[in-house]
């Protein structure tokens, strides 16, 4: 199995990736980064912990029985993709991922980061 290192660097490898993390979701705490593109990646892994953390909550309220796939954040110049990851040695943690929202594919970014998440375990 790839290094964790080398996953996130070949995620950033696709067109328009400025930054990836892997996000601890219990400490909100990035257990490793690479890029960066100008982001803070430690304030953004702790600030999209409790984005992820309240759409679970939200779910739990209102009974939907399903996981998170994606959560996609739109700003005016990039795209923000947050993915959690499921699976042995994975659970509890997540992909935050930063891409130039004039460069990138959010079709090929998805897929990066699937592959990414099936790539990392603790």
């Known amino acids: 199995m790839a290094t964790m290192a080398n996953t996130l660097a070949a995620a950033m490898q696709v067109s328009g990736a400025t930054a ?3 996000v601890d979701m219990d400490s909100g705490m990035a257990l490793a980064t690479a890029g960066g593109g100008g982001i ?6 702790a600030g999209n912990t409790e984005v992820v953390r309240s759409k679970m909550r939200v779910m739990q309220q209102l009974d939907l029985n399903t996981e998170i796939e994606d959560i996609l954040i739109t700003l005016g110049t990039q795209y923000h993709l947050i993915r959690p990851m499921k699976g042995k040695g994975a659970a509890g943690l997540f992909l935050y991922y930063v891409l130039d929202r004039d460069k990138a594919n959010l079709a090929m970014a998805r897929r990066a980061l699937n592959e990414a998440a099936g790539n990392i375990t603790l």
């Open 20 to 22: 990836i993390a892997v």
């Open 40 to 45: 803070d990646l430690e304030v953004a892994a």
